[in-house]
Nanobody, 123 residues
Framework: QLQLVESGGGLVQPGGSLRLSCAAA????????IGWFRQAPGKEREGVSC????????NYADSVKGRFTISRDNAKNTVYLQMNNLEPDDTAIYYC????????????????WGQGTQVTVSS
């Protein structure tokens, strides 16, 4: 059974950093592009960043460019989202998702989703 598990969320002050992890089990990880999405209270889920199956291509939402970095370690079946200079507007539940394509997208065309991890940015 395919499973995605997010970790690394928490409470951080504005300007702080967090690193989220998305770990996988049950499938051949390097066949899948991975995306990170987030959903804030009262808002629609939005694409934050994504990475191709090889790790050679990445994409970011304009709101996080220059602050967030996505990477993957296929040997560990893990994708990371390094989040720096966090802002209160980054507060949301963060989800990772997988799709069996080389290329990633920031829209919802993903087959598998994790349960999410809460990120709260507040002083």
């Amino acid at each position: 059974q395919l499973q995605l598990v997010e970790s690394g969320g928490g409470l951080v002050q504005p300007g702080g950093s967090l690193r989220l992890s998305c770990a996988a089990a049950g499938f051949t990880w390097d066949y899948y592009a991975i995306g990170w999405f987030r959903q804030a209270p009262g808002k629609e889920r939005e694409g934050v960043s994504c990475i191709s199956s090889s790790g050679g291509s990445t994409n970011y939402a304009d709101s996080v460019k220059g602050r967030f970095t996505i990477s993957r370690d296929n040997a560990k079946n893990t994708v990371y989202l390094q989040m720096n200079n966090l802002e209160p507007d980054d507060t949301a539940i963060y989800y990772c998702a997988a799709r069996r394509f080389r290329q990633c997208v920031l829209t919802y065309e993903y087959d598998y989703w994790g349960q999410g991890t809460q990120v709260t940015v507040s002083s």
